[in-house]
């Protein structure tokens, strides 16, 4: 593979500061982007998607490759101005989930497929067992579905529930599903001898 062609799926910092200025995207004060905004972009990019292996590790040199999913994932999340962050990251990977399922020929998978009392969510939201019932009531007010129904004695939110509860509510947990199903599908796309994260010794 040439170097040209690594280009498409590797970025240097350098690559990916003059990638930006090319597509005139800027800070959110509407500067150039410099190196130090470049790092500290990756930085939080790390600590938000560290299963995604977006960042090279370095070996043999001083010198950092970003994946180009990364690269994306820095225009349409981290540089937008559009929408909040938690927005425009479930966004970007509702879009890669898409993009993937298309490339390997699957069908959705259903994300949320089981029904759980109160305190269930407490343990699979990490929340209080109040802040749990107050996103319930929001939910049941806000909604004319029936989400929540009665079983020995106990209250259950049905899974279609917990859906809603996730995209209005707790929007990091539904970021974390969709990253951990993105990655299942990556996995795949990888198994099927498409480039990822193998940066072929690069750096």
């Known amino acids: 593979m040439s170097a040209n062609n690594l280009d498409d799926f590797f970025l240097s910092y350098n690559k990916i500061l003059i990638r930006l200025k090319l597509l005139n995207i800027k800070t959110k004060n509407g500067n150039e982007i410099t190196h130090k905004d470049l790092r500290y972009a990756i930085k939080i990019m790390e600590k938000k998607h560290p299963y995604c292996r977006w960042k090279s590790e370095k070996v043999k040199s001083k010198r950092y490759y970003i994946l180009i999913e990364g690269f994306y994932w820095l225009i349409y999340v981290y540089f937008q101005n559009e929408k909040a962050l938690i927005d425009a990251d479930i966004d970007f990977f509702l879009l890669r989930i898409k993009q993937y399922q298309e490339e390997l020929k699957v069908q959705d998978k259903n994300l949320f497929s089981k ?59 539904y970021l974390e599903i969709l990253e951990q199903y993105k990655m299942e599908l990556t996995e795949k796309y990888i198994a099927n001898g498409y480039i990822y994260d193998n940066f072929f010794g690069k750096n």
Do not use: H, P
């Open 115 to 173: 029904d759980m009392s109160i305190d269930e969510l407490v343990i699979f939201f990490q929340r209080k067992y109040r802040t749990i019932e107050k996103a319930i009531i929001k939910m049941l007010k806000a909604t004319d579905k029936k989400y929540r129904y009665k079983e020995n004695g106990k209250f259950i939110i049905s899974k279609e529930g917990i859906e809603w509860l996730c995209k209005n509510i707790f929007k990091q947990k």
